[in-house]
């Protein structure tokens, strides 16, 4: 029995000793000497991450660092590490900007063995940290709305095109690139392959006009290739995103009435010469030109390629005195290339179209009838003197002169080209008293010169 209990007094105290052992060895002292104002996220064990650090003894002597390697360590958190268990522990809690002095004892290191001829036996180590990124692999894109338009007509749909301003930059908030700074917009189809995974779907759904910050994981983005010399390995991207423009190659010219006049007596036909002012603006509302600035509409042939497609085809049906909200696409437009300064390649374009006059090459001079009296004996014929009078107006309404301008009505002789050629025709068997309508075409009146 003696020696029984003997046996088991000294199996206490053996393992009373082993607690007083543990309990007395050091823990990983952190210290935190910088820590960003905005923390979003801080690491945690399963977390993939990438630092900077350099790692040295308590004396100061040097022994490793990234930094002289030219690259930061890339690893997971926890999860059959490829670091000691001291530094591991010690990353976690960290902020993207932060700076740690990590002080790891020998237990948490390399131990009794050291390594190598680089770390002697029980050797307490520090290393100064900076944490560059950190991500997971559960992660997705992350889309934060900045500003959005309250009139969304369109949404970005795979297989459009669409042209988008951009500042990008690293999780550190080292800017690697920028559309602005290029003064030129990024042009591309959207799900067909030509930008990163995370780009495509962060720009799926977005409207002309919004601006959202995508956020894209590295396995999203560049992975362990980079980009360049700007964009490391391994690198999630932060994207500032102002959607410009977007369209479909499928569409077509999109035409909102807006305002018409009752009764339309005509609408425009191929072949018609019109007249008609206009604002240009872009799908952000960018006004590129104007004929009202210029106080002078734009006249041409329809349907004869004096204009763009689009509005070739938009200004048929027209009324005198409509407005129309036109929408063009680029191939319909001015195309991949744009047209000098004012318009830039891929732009989808939008007319405010207001109509003014339109005729044809063909047109007679047009005379509808008022007022006629029961009794017409005489009317009037080329190289008849008369006096008349009159009011005249452009076909939308606006009015030009009239003979009450003027002390007396006009007089003057038929057929002996006093008169424009459609005044005199539409003149030229009248009664006395009668009251006509005459309309008469440019090119039986002022011409092309006015």
């Not at 042939?301 to 929408?327: H, N, P, S």
Request: hydrophobic content about 35%.
């Amino acid at each position: 029995m003696r020696n029984g209990l003997e046996f088991r007094t000294a199996r206490l105290m053996l393992l009373l000793l082993w607690i007083v052992t543990r309990s007395t060895l050091e823990d990983v002292i952190i210290d935190r000497y910088f820590i960003p104002t905005h923390c979003s996220r801080e690491v945690q064990i399963g977390d993939y991450v990438r630092y900077h650090y350099n790692g040295t003894f308590k004396d100061g002597r040097k022994f490793d660092s990234s930094l002289d390697k030219g690259f930061p360590f890339v690893g997971q958190v926890g999860v059959e590490s490829k670091v000691i268990p001291g530094l591991d522990k010690g990353v976690q809690g960290m902020c993207v900007n932060e700076r740690r002095k990590i002080t790891i004892p020998p237990h948490l290191a390399y131990g009794v063995l050291g390594a190598g001829s680089v770390i002697p036996p029980d050797a307490t180590l520090v290393f100064d940290v900076l944490l560059l990124d950190l991500w997971n692999k559960e992660d997705k894109v992350q889309i934060r709305t900045l500003h959005k338009q309250r009139n969304c007509r369109r949404i970005v749909m795979p297989s459009d095109f669409v042209r988008y301003h951009y500042n990008g930059s690293l999780l550190v908030g080292n800017l690697f690139d920028s559309s602005h700074l290029r003064n030129s917009t990024y042009n591309t189809y959207v799900g067909q392959g030509s930008l990163i995974k995370g780009m495509e779907e962060g720009l799926l759904g977005m409207c002309v006009g919004e601006r959202s910050s995508i956020i894209i994981p590295p396995f999203l983005a560049y992975d362990d290739k980079g980009y360049g010399s700007k964009v490391p390995p391994y690198a999630t991207l932060i994207f500032d995103v102002l959607l410009v423009d977007v369209f479909n190659v499928k569409d077509d010219v999109s035409v909102e009435v807006q305002k018409i006049p009752q009764p339309c007596q005509r609408r425009a036909v191929v072949g018609d010469f019109i007249r008609y002012h206009y604002n240009g603006t872009f799908q952000d509302g960018t006004v590129f030109d104007s004929s009202y600035s210029r106080n002078s509409t734009y006249n041409t042939f329809i349907g004869m390629g004096y204009v763009i497609a689009g509005i070739d085809k938009a200004l048929q049906g027209v009324c005198v005195g409509e407005w129309r909200r036109v929408t063009v696409p680029p191939h319909l437009a001015y195309g991949e290339n744009g047209s000098g300064e004012l318009i830039p390649g891929s732009a989808v374009l939008i007319f405010d179209l207001h109509i003014i006059d339109f005729h044809n090459p063909k047109d007679q001079v047009d005379i509808k009838l008022i007022h006629k009296p029961a009794d017409c004996n005489l009317i009037s014929a080329a190289n008849d003197l008369i006096m008349y009078r009159y009011n005249c107006s452009l076909l939308d309404g606006t009015h030009l002169y009239s003979s009450d301008d003027y002390p007396e009505p006009p007089r003057v002789t038929l057929g002996q080209g006093k008169l424009i050629a459609g005044l005199d025709e539409g003149l030229q068997g009248m009664c006395v008293l009668e009251r006509r309508e005459i309309t008469v075409p440019p090119h039986l009146a002022h011409g092309t010169n006015g």
